[in-house]
């Protein structure tokens, strides 16, 4: 069955999938490439229609300069850091908490509150935009930190919620018996216990949460409205003139805006440790 | 004073009646093994003495107090789990001294502690590993160290050796029989294996389907069982069942015929209920079994399967129309053992037989019909 290795005596064969890879490779890769290389063009360039070739003059400090002198980029992106890092940081710890409770206390109707977490995630986002809208402007949350705040970290949760129960269901139940027998409370289970082991878990949940709210643009432009608040997603816009637009600096400022992402890629990757359980049962 | 006092244990789970009203009491130090076939609810008892599971009705009282609805942490037990269950991200030092450390116990008094549980276990030099960085034999020290460091009232295990290899096996048996001369604490120790319910038990509780059998010292259950369940349940080989009528009934004694024997003259205890013409089985120890014509009731058989074990011998004989029921083998074939290696060749005719005074009564419910065996034999 798939995927079977190619054997050696196959060298047709194996150069097709080399090839094979090497074109899917491009072909997902072509568009995140095009983008560096306008970042690097001069304006010249995108005004003769020059997206794809080689750029006739190298401009990178210009362009990336520019980024931060035409525009509130720094403004945007401290207020991005601002929503998306305590958001990330809260739904870490909220899933932690709902994901022990559900998957070690079964209590009457922890089914329904189960159901309501993951059943939120299934709801197009989109048809909230008015009731969240008009519920902010009623709280007095809207255009403020908070409302992008709250937002992502009550959407978030339920996805969340859905994995940590599932990776903290599956740890060994006889740790907990232990831990319970040895007159651990619940609280000192989850730090004592749960927290320490599902550290891999929670690393690919911070990079999974941090990229989704960090990447939002929707809810930006919904729930903001000034540049004191407004994350970077939405100030990119701001970027683009009225009649033409800088796609050299666009580009530029796109390329800013995906970096932290990757960066939280790399911060947490030392996380992701196999067999942290490995010891705790049998042989 | 009483450690531990079950009194009317009930517990279901959903449908399922697990524990069927159980009563027992153990004494203080007292060393209780606890047997049974698998899924006869050894693991659910014990998880109900640790409150790890609730009972339905009933009490259960450790050193006095009433503790059955009380937080395992609060009835002074330590539970040994089969499968270790210790905190992989803890080293062995924490692992030990992780109950102590949750109480809030000051550091110096869970240090002292520590070291004393890894001196007693021969652990000191491992204090600092994880437990991936251990043998299987040294996990199940150190989750045994876990539970001496709180210093518990009870100790239970729940099949703590099953995961080690024999000579380990036997190595800890020791190990552990030790430990309980030198802290004296009450031990109540779940088992598959007859050598560890045998060697280590002051008593041996026999579980069936959720209720006791029987209680007694693991001579005594041996040598005299209530009832057929037990007196097939402990001894391996097992017990040699024979299935006969009682064809003539006195006071103090009963005629049974078996296929292929003469009529035999078996001691009745007294008060047991027997009529003439009830099916009776009659249960023969494999070692109460001779080769050759020595014994009062003997017939011929063709030697099927030969086990030498070097110290003994296990033949396994068709001796039909004498045939056994509910045999390990699942064969009709009668189980003999012999004290020595002995050269018995397969497909040989041998001739085999036994005392009568030897073999147990069993009525067709089940109880056993013969007086009390003495426990050690004269010889
Ligand atoms: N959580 C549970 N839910 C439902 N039934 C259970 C549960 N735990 C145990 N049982 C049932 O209770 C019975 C007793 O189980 P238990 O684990 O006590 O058996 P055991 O005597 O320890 O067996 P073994 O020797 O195989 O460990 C079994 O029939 C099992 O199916
Ligand atoms: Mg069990």
Known sequence: MYPRAIPEN?????????????????????????VIMTSFRSFDDVMAGNYWGWPSKIQVFENYAAVF?????????????IITIPSTIAVLVLSTMTGFVLSRYPFPGAMVIFALFVGGNF???????????????ATGLYDTFWALILFHVAFQTGFATLFM???????????????????????????HIVAPLVRPALAALAILVFTFIWNDYFWAVVLTQSDAVKPVT?????????????????????????????????????????????????? | MNSVELIGLDKHYGQYHALKSLDLTIEKGEFIVMVGPSGCGKSTLLKTIAGLETVDTGKITIGGKDVTRAEPGDRGIAMVFQSYALYPHMTVAENMGFGLRMARRPKAEIDVAVRRAADILRITEQLDKLPKQLSGGQRQRVAIGRAITRSPDVFLFDEPLSNLDAALRTQMRVELSTLHAELGSTMIYVTHDQVEAMTMASRIVVLNKGAIEQVGSPLALYANPVNRFVAGFLGAPRMNFIEGTTTEVGTDDALVQLAGLAPLRIALRQGATVKTGDPVTVGIRPEAFAVGGSKPASCPARVRLVENLGRETVVYADASPLVTSGSDTGTRNVTIQLGSAVAVAPNSEITIGFDPADAYLFGSDGATLTPAKPEIQSR
Do not use: C
């Not at chain 1, 197009?124 to 008009?134: C, K, L």
């Not at chain 1, 040895?182 to 289970?189: F, I, L």
């Open chain 1, 123 to 137: 709801l197009p986002q989109q048809i909230m935009m008015i009731p969240i809208r008009d519920l902010m402007v």
């Open chain 1, 165 to 191: 129960r599932n990776f903290i269901a599956a740890l060994p139940s006889e740790l907990f018996q232990a831990a319970r027998a040895e007159g651990a409370s619940p609280w000192q289970t989850l730090i």
């Open chain 1, 234 to 283: 939405a100030g990119l816009s701001n970027l683009r003139g009225e009649w033409v637009s800088q796609w050299n600096i666009v580009s530029a400022a796109t390329i800013l805006v995906a970096v932290p992402p990757v960066l939280m890629f790399f911060l947490m990757q030392k996380h992701f440790i196999s067999g942290l359980t490995m010891g705790a049962v049998k042989g």
């Open chain 1, 69 to 81: 002198q035409q525009s509130k980029m720094l403004d945007y992106f401290l207020n991005s850091l």
């Open chain 1, 10 to 34: 196959r060298p047709l064969s194996r150069f097709a999938y080399g090839l094979l890879v090497a074109l899917v490779l491009a072909l997902w890769l072509l568009p995140l490439f095009a």
